[in-house]
């Protein structure tokens, strides 16, 4: 992780690996709070998963979700009683509840999704998707802006520091108030989480 002025960077090759919390599979942690917290005691947690095959997602009894497909053709969701919803790239993204039985089945071979998680009571987000060349200014909307780049190279600007960002790279500026400018020069795919204290 390298800091940036009051920005933190965390570089593609730094983000940790690790076990689903039902050993099915592998998932790629890019942010968590507290830094050393455990998928039992997180307040807030951002990470990618590999989903090679069908199968049951964890449950994370008082947890948030929010789902997005990052690669692949698509995987069909199933939530509780809910109707099944299919995700694809650049689509809309799935919000559920952690607590809810859960369960995926590919469309079309792997895929790679984004999974923003916090913690009921104490933390909600939002995660928008921005696709952009040239120059765009953002506005942080929550106390902690976290920007994962998915294409692309961009240079980003705010009121805390600067830094530059390849494919993969995540900066988060904790230091964010509402309305704060996030400047980015460049080309590239981004996700903008927005994650607010209750």
Known sequence: MTNEGRLKLLRAHEHRRMPWKNGGGVTTEIAVAPPDASLASFDWRV????VASDGAFSLFPGIDRTLLLLEGQGMRLQVGDRSPLTLV??????????????????????????NVMTRRGHFSHSVSVVDF????????AADISLLLLRHGRISLHSPHGAAELEPGDAVIDEAARAGDPLRCEGAGVLYHVSILRA
């Open 133 to 140: 060349a040239g120059s765009t200014s953002l506005r942080a």
């Open 47 to 50: 990470s990618t998963a590999e």
């Open 89 to 114: 790239v650049g689509g809309e993204p799935a919000i559920f509840p952690g607590d809810s039985p859960a369960s995926a089945s590919l469309v079309d071979g792997p895929i790679r999704d984004l």
